[in-house]
């Protein structure tokens, strides 16, 4: 089995197809936003995948809070998912999937990767997200876009891949724009 490519229809994980080699849509992300707050959440974020017939299945939920200070609340199935934060000022994130292991989607040279927690120093990431080539570059690199690779050893957990990815995807993108926009503050 080679590693699976799952390719962002759009560039906004929120609301995009993940499609895989054979041009099949396998999961979709959408995401509704509230024009006010609706039980405390903003905005809600479903993530279903396509059976083998067509058929489509709810694999997650993410609930955007209102506020700012509270937690999105993840449901993979019908698991309660607790992203947890592992670092001070950085991003890494981590969670129990499926299969019961601990999971850490870490900021690795600007791009998202997965890592098993607990399983030696020189762990394989079971994911890794690589941005569509921007810019100049872009010329020569027409067929490049954004992708979310699986290797065999991740498969296994693949709903939860998927709906973690979206949601760290989508904080990290927040932080990202959060401290350009500081950075762009004049001095007073």
Do not use: C
């Not at 607790?82 to 900021?107: C, N, V």
């Amino acid at each position: 089995m080679s590693t699976l490519k799952l390719t962002l229809s759009r560039g906004d994980p929120l609301q995009t197809d993940f499609v895989a080699m054979d041009n099949k849509v396998l999961y979709t992300s959408e995401t509704i936003t509230y024009p006010r707050a609706l039980h405390g959440s903003r905005a809600t974020t479903t993530v279903t995948r396509r059976d083998p017939v067509g058929g489509l299945l709810q694999v997650g939920v993410i609930e955007w809070p209102a506020n700012p200070h509270d937690r999105p609340q993840l449901v993979i199935g019908t698991r309660s998912v607790e992203m947890t934060k592992t670092g001070l000022y950085t991003s890494p994130e981590k969670f129990q999937a499926h299969d019961g292991r601990m999971y850490e989607w870490q900021i690795s040279n600007s791009r998202a990767q997965l890592v098993p927690l607990h399983a030696g120093h020189n762990a394989a990431y079971v994911a890794t997200f690589l941005q569509s080539t921007q810019g100049f570059f872009r010329v020569w690199n027409r067929g490049s876009s954004a992708s979310l690779f699986v290797p065999p050893e991740g498969v296994h957990i693949l709903d939860d891949i998927v709906v973690t990815f979206v949601y760290f995807e989508s904080q990290w993108r927040d932080r990202e724009r959060h401290r350009a926009r500081i950075w762009d503050l004049p001095a007073t």
